[in-house]
């Protein structure tokens, strides 16, 4: 059985349409992330898997239980954690964590156990009693995360765990992220980033202004814009546009330019071929190359290629 199925579910803001037909199957355990640019849907999606709005038409299950039909009972197997951090600034580390363990009723004793279990478990130890004003973005989206899987839920739900960190709490966050998978419990993350993605998730949905425009593992992802990508660099400004013009026709789609770098780039069919085109073509016209290669596209290539645009 899935963890999360989504069968054709559309939702509607009055015009906007925020997500129309989308299908998705969630394996059970492991990371999957939801991928896409803002305004795309996810949260939307994230909440009406959470119970916290009911879709248009289609039908979401979590579980193997109905979200609108059996909404209760999905509730007692799942944890989110939303995209704005909901933590108390008043009460400290600790108290924030017993006080999500009350709402669950999981009585005092435990619900102390579980907030310094947790606590340990995000490095937050040495801050449990200081109070959430004094946390640092990175910490407050740690304790916030924490409270979310409070009651060691199978299935957990992630908006943005990461948006508005610096690198270095985004990475602290990775690794708390991929600990929490190691039990088996299923995590659902969305994501603007590409490279958070790649990083985590076994498996990957791309989702484009309330569509699903691909789904697969990052390498599948890549593989879907086929061919290669091949990269060059010329050795002197002024040469650029002349490369650019030499070497239009070896590329599969549109060249990207980097006017910084003396660089350009694009998807090829035939790799070898349009390797040793480029040398011949370049070489004729008197440009001299830097710096050659053919490599795999990355993610942001892929999303390009399938929907026209930049991903940021
Ligand atoms: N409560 C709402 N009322 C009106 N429009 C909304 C509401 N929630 C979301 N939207 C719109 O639906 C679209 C998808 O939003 P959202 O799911 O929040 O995207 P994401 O989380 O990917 O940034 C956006 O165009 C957004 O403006
Ligand atoms: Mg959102």
Redesign the pocket.
Known sequence: MDAIKVSGVSKS??D?E?LKKVVLSIPQGGIYALL????????????IMTTLLKPDSGSVKVGGLDVVSQAVQVRKIIGFAG?FAAIDDHLTGRENLEMVGRLYHLGRRKARLRADEILRQLDLAGAADRTGRTYSGGMRRRLDLGASFITSPSILFL??PTTGLDPRGRADLWDVIRELVVGGTTLLL?TQNLEEAEELAKQIAI?DR?RLIAEGTASELKERIGGSILEFRVQSGEQLERARDATRDLFSGNQAIDPQLGRISGSVASSTDALAQLVRRLDASGINIADIHLRRPTLNEVFLALTGRESE
């Open positions: 803001f009055g906007v925020a896409g640019p803002n305004g795309a849907g996810k949260t939307t999606l994230i909440k995209q908006d943005e969305t989702i309330g």
